[in-house]
């Protein structure tokens, strides 16, 4: 395939986005923490993305087309992780990923307690869990720790785990048994996913789902099926991992 595909710190959306337009370019993904701009920028939505309300990917036609397809890449996860129906999840994040992840577990869960530093973008997404039809509450982030124990899913959407190494939450309190997705995928196991595989806890990390919405937005663009386990292969093989995730 003729085409090339690179990767810039963005400092102004609109004009970054108005620039690569000018230049020709076929589209773009939109990352931390640009998803929820670049929503609002668009000419034409597809349903994911206007759910959601974050877009990730932009085609360049003689509009502006928003995709979402982050939500092909939790729904993807969570059949890996063979989720069926839950009761409650503990989501950590309320950011464009969290946005995601909201549209991919609407059916799957009965309530959802949302958490984030900044307790008022945890309250402004339970604005979405309404439209969608799901019964949430905003937690401070310092109460987080306490839900453990309740809850049947723990989701991290922040990037806590990654260049930081951290740990989002105190592993000790994780019940057995309960799913846990961390959308980390640098490392491809993150300190939060080691510590609940030991605790006997049903894990999945953020690569598979980074393929799923990477090859979808190959699709968009240039309308073909892209190989997802070449894109594996050669993610682990970047990120330097030999095991499986
Ligand atoms: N696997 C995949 O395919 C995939 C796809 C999308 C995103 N992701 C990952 O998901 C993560 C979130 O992305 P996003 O687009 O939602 O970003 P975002 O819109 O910037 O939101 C980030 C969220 O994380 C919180 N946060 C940031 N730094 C934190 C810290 N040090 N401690 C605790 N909370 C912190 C923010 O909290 P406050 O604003 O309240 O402080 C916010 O709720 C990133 O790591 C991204 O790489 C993975």
Same mark, same amino acid.
């Given at each position: 395939m003729n085409a090339i595909y690179l990767a810039f710190d963005v400092i102004n959306l609109p004009k970054a986005i108005v620039g690569l337009q000018e230049i020709g370019a076929v589209g773009c993904n939109v990352t931390i923490p640009h998803k929820e701009e670049a929503c609002r920028l668009m000419d034409w939505l597809s349903e994911e993305a206007r759910e959601s309300g974050a877009v990730n990917t932009v085609k360049f036609e003689d509009r502006l087309l928003g995709y979402n397809t982050d939500v092909s890449g939790v729904l993807y996860s969570l059949e890996l992780l063979d989720?069926?129906?839950?009761d409650s999840v503990l989501l950590l994040g309320a950011g464009g990923a969290a946005r995601s992840v909201l549209l991919g577990v609407r059916e799957r869960a009965r309530k959802v307690f949302v958490t984030s530093r900044n307790i008022e973008r945890a309250r402004k997404i339970l604005e979405l869990c309404v439209r969608l039809g799901l019964d949430a509450e905003a937690v401070p982030w310092t109460e987080r720790n306490s839900y453990l124990e309740k809850i049947d899913f723990l989701i991290n959407a922040? %990037?806590?785990?990654? !260049? !930081? /190494?951290? $740990? %989002? $939450?105190? %592993?000790?309190l994780l019940r057995k048994g309960c799913y846990v997705f961390d959308l980390?995928?640098? %490392?491809? /196991?993150?300190p939060l996913i080691e510590e609940a595989l030991k605790k006997g806890c049903k894990a999945i990390g953020g690569l598979p789902m980074l393929i799923r919405q990477a090859a979808e937005a190959e699709k968009i663009w240039f309308g073909v099926e892209p190989p997802e386990d070449v894109m594996m292969r050669a993610a682990l093989s970047y990120l330097g991992v030999r095991y499986e995730v």
């Open positions: 989720l069926g129906q839950v922040t %990037p806590v785990g990654t !260049e !930081e /190494r951290g $740990i %989002p $939450i105190n %592993p000790a980390v995928y640098n %490392p491809p /196991r993150t």
